[in-house]
T-cell receptor, first 112, second 114 residues
Framework: GNSVTQMEGPVTLSEEAFLTINCTYT??????LFWYVQYPGEGLQLLLK?????DKGSNKGFEATYRKETTSFHLEKGSVQVSDSAVYFC???????????FGQGTRLTINP | DSGVTQTPKHLITATGQRVTLRCSPR?????VYWYQQSLDQGLQFLIQ???????AKGNILERFSAQQFPDLHSELNLSSLELGDSALYFC?????????????FGEGSWLTVV
């Protein structure tokens, strides 16, 4: 079946630190991959996406590269800010399907 | 602001009761989805409608039902509520029903069953 496994949280970093949140997936065919972010008290927002192997999604300084050989889509940011504190969800959309399959989420806290 | 509107934002009700959650999709979006976010199950897909027709079904309980109306808004009906139904219910929408469309989420409806 289709599944997403995310790095265990919570993750706590200092401002300006480098961030990596690991995400690996299991899927048949060629899924699309996504990172969504949930800020405190808010809904899910699409952060970035990649629809085919070797694509790099980027937004707001965050990046993730679709690696089919390692079935991974790790989220990175070079210098985090306090405002990046949120819960981050990795998700996949199976090929030909519309529903999203989410990982369990990783809570990120950035301290000043 | 994603453009997806959900009401109510918060709801507290007793076990055995029935509630209705409402969703207005983004302007122009024909597809609506419902997801449930709970502490033990995480984010789970419940059901999808496209232009009034059920398109896909996920882990939706028989006590739950949904529909999409001609004006494209959707309602999720939860009945015979149990404590374990307490969760954040998200509605989402997209332009079409194909996998190439980006899915946008609302802010969710918090349901607490006491």
């Amino acid at each position: 079946g289709n599944s997403v496994t995310q790095m265990e949280g919570p993750v706590t970093l200092s401002e300006e630190a480098f961030l990596t949140i690991n995400c690996t997936y299991t899927a048949t065919g060629y899924p699309s991959l996504f990172w969504y972010v949930q800020y405190p008290g808010e809904g899910l927002q699409l952060l970035l996406k990649a629809t085919k192997a070797d694509d790099k999604g980027s937004n707001k300084g965050f990046e993730a590269t679709y690696r089919k050989e390692t079935t991974s889509f790790h989220l990175e940011k070079g210098s985090v800010q306090v405002s990046d504190s949120a819960v981050y969800f990795c998700a996949l959309r199976p090929q030909g399907a519309q529903k999203l399959v989410f990982g369990q989420g990783t809570r990120l806290t950035i301290n000043p | 602001d994603s453009g997806v509107t959900q009401t109510p934002k918060h709801l507290i009700t007793a076990t055995g009761q029935r509630v209705t959650l409402r969703c207005s999709p983004r302007s122009g979006d024909l597809s609506v989805y419902w997801y449930q976010q709970s502490l033990d199950q995480g984010l789970q897909f419940l059901i999808q409608y496209y232009n009034g027709e059920e398109r896909a079904k996920g882990n939706i309980l028989e006590r739950f039902s949904a529909q999409q109306f001609p004006d494209l808004h959707s309602e999720l009906n939860l009945s015979s509520l149990e404590l374990g139904d307490s969760a954040l219910y998200f509605c989402a929408s997209s332009v079409g029903a194909d996998s190439g469309n980006t899915i946008y989420f609302g802010e969710g409806s918090w349901l607490t069953v006491v």
